[in-house]
């Protein structure tokens, strides 16, 4: 899943009994697939225990941090910006990689 002109996705990581939702289009408060609040819901309900997810929580976009604080035990990590479609995938590699530093 994710929109693939970006290069993001979402995808669940499983070793021995431990479910972690990957979620790297964290950018997007409305629609229904593709919002972060449904996505992390989703998450949950495939049996996630954690669902790790990079997102801009800039203003105005106060519905992408209130759908994150929702959860009791949250991180947030900041989403590297691109300057560009070209760039796209350097930033997404990069977030792919802090976000695999917090597991």
Do not use: F, W
């Amino acid at each position: 899943m994710g929109n693939p002109v970006y290069e993001d996705c979402i995808d669940i990581l499983e070793k021995e009994q431990l479910k972690i939702g990957i979620i790297g289009l964290g950018d997007y408060i409305r629609g229904k697939e593709t919002s972060l609040k449904n996505l992390l819901k989703e998450a949950q309900h495939k049996g996630c225990n954690i669902a790790i997810c990079a997102c801009r929580y800039n203003s105005p976009k106060t519905a992408i941090l209130e759908a994150v604080k929702a959860y009791p035990d949250h991180l947030l990590v900041h989403k590297t910006l691109s300057t560009g479609r070209a760039n796209d995938r350097i930033v997404n590699v990069a977030d792919a990689t802090s976000l695999l530093s917090h597991i």
